[in-house]
């Protein structure tokens, strides 16, 4: 399959619109209008209706292997061009909300090389993970919490090394006045009942959790798209709903109770692919 048709029928089932897409591509819409005909042919099914646009069964099952595909083209170029291009005199470390990042030893790194930029970005775990595959970062910092024995999850980005950096204990958070913050341990799916804070770029995702607890339930309170580790713990001290966190983020207002089933840890990886020397230099700076 052509990857510029992929790109197009991605950006029309997103945007619900052949003009729209049009826009965003830079393409007329008679051209957009072609690429989804020649997709239709190729794959020998339709995949949109139209008027109004919406996917068939056959588009939305392609749609699911649209993004990995495009994010594998990504990063296979991004991967090439690391290897081949001239070392840049930049970093970009990307870091997830949660994930401690060592801001000290960047520092240090930083100051060694006075020549060289470095920048750090806060961002969702996907957003990091992604980054790091598609050249836009050179590392990144990605937490989670998980089974001791599993990797945390990520895209399939292709050929990223994975550095465990720090692995803590997991605690449910929650106000510090809440009926179950004087406990010893608590079960995750005893708590399926209960509200929980809707943070996926910060706290472990709703669906994740029913996938740790085998259990439904773990219903959305207050959603919270951002990535302010302050808002977000703020907003659990005023009772918006539990979470799942490392230990050492809890703060005033805040408390934390161990899950005692299933056993779980909050880990920190640095994800990144072929690195230049300033970058090597970070990520031997942040690894234990």
Same mark, same amino acid.
């Given at each position: ?12 089932? =997103?945007?619900?619109?052949f ?11 008679? $051209? !957009? ?11 020998? $099914?339709?995949?949109? *209706?139209? =008027? ?8 939305? #099952? ?7 595909? +495009? +994010? *594998? ?8 061009? *690391? ?18 990042? %060592? ?12 020549? !060289? ?6 961002a969702g $775990? ?5 980054? @790091? ?5 050179d590392?990144?910092? !990605? ?6 024995? %599993?990797?945390?999850? +990520?895209?399939?980005a292709?050929?990223?090394?994975? @550095? ?22 608590? #079960? ?42 302050? @808002? ?27 899950? @005692? ?21 970070? *990520?031997?700076?942040? #690894?234990?």
């Open positions: 399959m052509d990857p510029h048709l992929l790109r197009t029928f991605a950006a029309v089932a =997103r945007l619900g619109s003009s729209a897409a049009a826009d965003e591509l830079g393409y007329t819409q008679s $051209a !957009v209008s072609q690429h989804i005909a020649a997709l239709e042919q190729d794959v020998g $099914a339709p995949l949109l *209706r139209r =008027r109004p646009v919406a996917l068939t069964d056959a588009g939305a #099952r392609l749609l699911e292997h649209t993004g990995p595909i +495009l +994010l *594998r083209l990504a990063a296979a170029r991004a991967d090439v061009v *690391r290897l081949s291009g001239p070392a840049p005199a930049s970093v970009v470390l990307g870091a997830t909300p949660l994930s401690g990042v %060592d801001t000290a030893a960047l520092v240090g790194v930083q100051r060694s090389m006075p020549r !060289v930029t470095f920048t750090l970005r806060i $775990a996907g957003a990091v993970a992604t980054g @790091v595959a598609v050249g836009e970062l590392l990144g910092l !990605v937490d989670g919490v998980t089974a001791p024995s %599993d990797p945390l999850p +990520l895209p399939d292709g050929q990223l090394s994975t @550095v465990p950096v720090a692995e803590r204990p997991a605690v449910v958070a929650l106000p510090a006045g809440h009926p179950l913050a004087g406990r010893r341990g608590l #079960r995750l799916a005893d708590l399926a009942d209960a509200v929980w804070l809707d943070a996926p770029e910060v706290a472990t995702p709703l669906t994740q959790l029913r996938a740790l607890a085998r259990a439904e339930g773990f219903r959305g309170g207050l959603a919270y798209p951002g990535t302010d580790a302050a @808002v977000f713990l703020s907003l659990i001290g005023a009772g918006a709903g539990l979470a799942l966190l490392p230990a050492s983020a809890l703060t005033a207002g805040v408390r934390g109770v161990p899950v @005692v089933e299933p056993r779980l840890v909050h880990r920190t990886d640095l994800v990144h692919g072929s690195l230049t020397a300033p970058a090597a230099a970070v *990520r031997d700076a942040l #690894r234990p």
